[in-house]
């Protein structure tokens, strides 16, 4: 991990929490804003450290995950650029209950629990945002859960693989954040099903597997 002094204009203003805020706002909010960068494979907070205040990831990609009492990790969720976590440690006081692991070296910003309390106190619209985007959050768990009981495996796959690529650029080379077997469970789904999925997208030209976590994109349509 590598401090980071540029690029806190963009990190504030890529959260929705933030994106509304006037120029003059944001400045105020950039006076607070502490920036790393991490590389792939670094552990930004583990389960049961202290929580310290919310994380806005700004570049790079990010995935929260648990484990389990066998000790097997399961994906919680995936940060992506303008994405942020510890929001709930700002209501409650209570450690970490999963890990965050960068996937894609990248910049993290950070805002101290305190420094949010003061934000969301000056700024009520902060608050209301936050509480917006807690509440589509709630909606995507339950549009997941929908289309486990209603979508074919390939269609969660696809969507699954289409929400990780960041740019028009193809082919996009695309890291699978966890084991395939891991990725089966998440999608509800047997590792033998993923795996034979994988070949007929690239037996279509549509993908292009290099080894067992890289992927070549070439055309995804995800619904």
Excluded at 85 to 97: I, P, R
Excluded at 101 to 109: M, R, T
Excluded at 167 to 192: F, I, Q, S, V
Excluded at 195 to 218: C, D, F, P, Q, W
């Amino acid at each position: 991990m590598a401090t980071c002094g540029h690029g806190l204009t963009g990190c504030v203003r890529t959260v929705p929490i933030f994106n509304h805020l006037s120029d003059e706002q944001l400045h105020e909010v950039m006076q607070v804003v502490h920036s790393n960068l991490y590389q792939t494979g670094e552990h930004i907070f583990r389960a049961d450290q202290e929580t310290v205040g919310l994380y806005i990831v700004h570049s790079g990609k990010v995935r929260l995950y648990r484990l389990n009492k066998q000790g097997k990790e399961q994906l919680v969720r995936l940060l992506l650029p303008g994405d942020f976590t510890g929001e709930l440690a700002l209501f409650l006081d209570q450690a970490h209950d999963v890990y965050a692991e960068v996937i894609e070296a990248g910049q993290v910003c950070r805002i101290n629990k305190a420094d949010v309390s003061a934000l969301l106190k000056r700024f009520p619209n902060i608050a209301l945002a936050l509480l917006t985007r807690l509440a589509q959050r709630l909606d995507e768990a339950e549009h997941n859960a929908q289309q486990v009981a209603t979508e074919s495996v390939e269609q969660r796959l696809v969507n699954f693989l289409s929400r990780l690529i960041t740019t028009e650029e193809r082919p996009y080379r695309l890291t699978l954040p966890m084991k395939r077997k891991d990725l089966a469970a998440h999608l509800g789904t047997t590792p033998e099903t993923v795996s034979r999925i994988l070949k007929r997208l690239e037996r279509e030209g549509k993908l292009v597997a290099k080894g067992h976590k890289t992927l070549m994109i070439h055309e995804l349509m995800s619904s």
